[in-house]
Nanobody, 120 residues
Framework: EVHLVESGGGSVQTGGSLRLSCSTS????????LTWVRQAPGKGLEWVST???????TYSDSVKGRFVISRDNAKDMLYLQMNSLKPEDTAAYYC??????????????WGRGTQVTVSS
């Protein structure tokens, strides 16, 4: 069974940093692209970043230059280093896996999420 479990969320002040982790199991990690999405209170899912099977990365404009996605194929782990955090980054963050090259909204399953709260 496929499992993804996010961790590392918390409360920080504007300008702070957090590192999210996504622990995975139940599938061949290095054969899948991985992505982070987030959901702010009262809003829909927002794509944040994707890393493909070759380590290539893409970011939404809202986080480009501040967030860094990475993967450790030896540990089956996905990470999101978040720097220069802003209040608008406040959201629940979810990791998901998908077929390399497919749109993020076709990814799944997803973890249960980890909450990030940024105060001004």
């Amino acid at each position: 069974e496929v499992h993804l479990v996010e961790s590392g969320g918390g409360s920080v002040q504007t300008g702070g940093s957090l590192r999210l982790s996504c622990s995975t199991s139940g599938f061949t990690f290095n054969r899948y692209a991985l992505t982070w999405v987030r959901q702010a209170p009262g809003k829909g899912l927002e794509w944040v970043s994707t890393i493909n099977i070759r380590g290539g990365t893409t970011y939404s404009d809202s986080v480009k230059g501040r967030f860094v996605i990475s993967r450790d194929n030896a540990k089956d782990m996905l990470y999101l280093q978040m720097n220069s955090l802003k209040p608008e980054d406040t959201a629940a963050y979810y990791c998901g896996r998908g077929i390399d090259g497919s749109p993020w909204d076709q990814f799944g399953p997803w973890g249960r999420g980890t909450q990030v709260t940024v105060s001004s």
